[in-house]
């Protein structure tokens, strides 16, 4: 079965400092890989998804990842973290192992920026 | 805007009150989820709908039931919630069910079970 990891609970890091959320998959076949982000009391906003093509997909609010097959990872990074940029993030990856493919979703990594 | 709305926003019911969660869409999509999400942990998917065919994850309990009048509207029935049916629950659209395309989730409904 398809599966994604997300190895920390909480990132921590200094406004203006660049993040780093971290996302490792386990697939078989061509992953599609997707990240969401989280505010309190909201839903899952879209951030960026890797189909193919380019290893460095960019997104909505200047978050970008990168794809690395050989390491199998979907890191998430942005170059100079805002403060509201502090939320809950998930990876996910689509489960094209069954007809119907659903999205599974990792831990989720809780980001904190502090002033 | 295009967008996947969910009412009420919070809502309060008393165990075994049945209730029922709203959710409508303006993108058009063929597809409607409905995920159940318990304390910042990761949304488990309950059901789904690809038009107007239903689709129950295998460990969806009996208490939970969907129903897909149209296109753009999809209800959660809670028939006799527990305390363990707290949560938020999501729902979410995506065009087809398909391994690339996106899925595009409303604000969630917080449910408190009294």
């Known amino acids: 079965a398809q599966s994604v990891a997300q190895p920390e609970d909480q990132v921590n890091v200094a406004e203006g400092n660049p993040l780093t959320v971290k996302c490792t998959y386990s697939v078989s076949g061509n992953p599609y890989l997707f990240w969401y982000v989280q505010y309190p009391n909201r839903g899952l906003q879209f951030l960026l998804k890797y189909i193919t093509g380019d290893n460095l997909v960019k997104g909505s609010y200047g978050f970008e990842a990168e794809f690395n097959k050989s390491q199998t990872s979907f890191h998430l990074k942005k170059p100079s973290a805002l403060v509201s940029d502090s939320a809950l993030y998930f990876c996910?990856?689509?489960?094209?192992?069954?007809?119907?493919?659903?999205?599974?979703f990792g831990t989720g990594t809780r980001l904190l920026v502090s002033p | 805007d295009a967008m996947v709305i969910q009412n009420p926003r919070y809502q309060v019911t008393q165990f075994g009150k049945p209730v029922t969660l709203s959710c409508s869409q303006t993108l058009n999509h063929n597809v409607m989820y409905w995920y159940q999400q318990k304390s910042s942990q990761a949304p488990k998917l309950l059901f789904h709908y690809y038009d107007k065919d239903f689709n129950n994850e295998a460990d969806t309990p009996d208490n939970f039931q969907s129903r897909r009048p149209n296109t753009s509207f999809c209800f959660l029935d809670i028939r006799s919630p527990g305390l363990g049916d707290a949560a938020m629950y999501l729902c979410?659209?995506?065009?087809?069910?398909?391994?690339?395309?996106?899925?595009?989730f409303g604000p969630g409904t917080r449910l408190t079970v009294l």
């Open positions: 996910a990856v689509r489960d094209i192992a069954t007809g119907f493919q659903k999205l599974v």
């Open positions: 979410a659209t995506s065009r087809e069910a398909v391994g690339t395309d996106t899925q595009y």
